[in-house]
């Protein structure tokens, strides 16, 4: 290794790709996830979980939006474009089925990051979404996930961010710390799908990365049935075609006046993040004195409605 100016971290490029550990802590000091994050996670495990069930139908109805997506439910690859007999809807009992588990997921992201089994979990999530590590296989494409955990992210924010029952500086604190745990995930999920880990290798290194010394976490037999893009097919008249195709089928969604979770997009340009507003929250129903005692946090109007009680006992793994 060459020498490195001070000021300047060195990086094992071996160990991001042989080791979960080193490769968490990477991504955790280069997103700076820190203690910071982990207390705003503590204190606000109790709003996350109240947005889950409404994130949730909201994740279902938009992967039910599209056949490419809908159509996993019953084939379980997305890989394979053949149309099931029936098509899942989302009251069917497999969907509702799906839900509870999506629920578990985001109930599992919103415990303690602190310990090394969290990221063991996210890190499983990748695995069993290539056809491994599960007794009946499934895979789903990188581009499917990714973009999901984007929706999922955007969702988030919004519940949280227009809940004015919470201080606004607690809810950015939130918003930006499940973020970085989004991203973070979004990088493990990757690892499982995209074989770059010998990617300007030195032939020393490339000897590291075989089979035998070190398995790739890529799933090799899951990637073959992806075509490989030639640069013809990416000239500016047939990738414009392509993308006119795709905006045109899917204007109505493009073209939505709605939000991820389904609100008015004209009613959120008026809405006021002030702690009077009455309006605009999708959770203001839900009884204030409720919140306060769950959460016990210093609201908005400065008041601090005492100590937060100790979190209860997820046992649902």
């Known amino acids: 290794m060459s020498f490195v100016p001070r000021g300047i971290k ?3 490029r071996d160990a991001l790709y042989t080791d979960l550990g080193a490769r968490v802590a990477y991504l955790k000091e280069f997103i700076e996830f820190g203690p910071g994050d982990l207390a705003a996670l503590e204190r606000g495990q109790d709003l996350v ?12 109805s938009k992967l039910l939006q599209h056949d490419i997506t809908a159509r996993v439910f019953s084939t379980r690859d997305s890989r394979d474009d053949e149309n ?10 497999a969907i509702q089925n799906r839900k509870i588990f999506l629920r578990w997921y985001l109930t599992r992201l919103n415990q303690d990051p602190s310990k090394r089994e969290f990221w063991e979990y ?14 009946n296989p499934l895979h789903v494409d990188y581009m499917f996930l990714g973009i999901c955990m984007g929706f999922v992210q955007d969702a988030f924010t919004e519940a949280i961010l227009t809940n004015t029952t919470v201080d606004l500086r607690l809810r950015i604190s939130i918003v930006r710390a499940l973020g ?23 032939s020393k290194t490339s000897s590291l990365h075989t089979p035998s010394a070190v398995p790739s ?14 640069p013809s097919h990416l000239d500016a008249q047939s990738f414009n075609s392509s993308a006119s195709r795709t905006v045109s089928d899917s204007a109505s969604y493009a073209g939505s006046n709605k939000t991820s979770l389904g609100r008015n997009k004209d009613a959120l340009d008026d809405f006021s993040y002030n702690s009077g507003s009455s309006g605009g929250c999708p959770f ?12 016990g946090w210093p609201l908005s109007n400065g008041r601090n409605s005492g100590e937060r009680p100790p979190s209860r006992q997820r046992g649902w793994l």
Not at 182 to 196: C, G, M, P, S, T
Not at 217 to 230: D, E, F, Y
Not at 284 to 295: E, I, K, T, V
């Open 122 to 135: 996210l890190d499983k999530v990748g695995e069993m979404h290539v056809g491994s590590g599960r007794r």
């Open 284 to 295: 203001s129903s839900m009884a204030m004195d409720n919140q306060r005692a769950g959460l």
């Open 217 to 230: 976490p890529v799933i090799h037999a899951h990637n073959t049935g992806s075509p490989q893009l030639k």
């Open 49 to 60: 979980r109240l947005v889950i069930p409404d994130i949730v139908n909201a994740v279902y």
């Open 84 to 93: 099931p007999p029936v098509w899942p809807q989302d009251g069917s009992p």
């Open 10 to 12: 060195h990086v094992d």
């Open 180 to 202: 970085k745990l989004i991203w973070i995930q979004n990088d493990l999920l990757a690892r499982w799908h995209i074989n770059e880990e010998n990617i300007g290798s030195s």
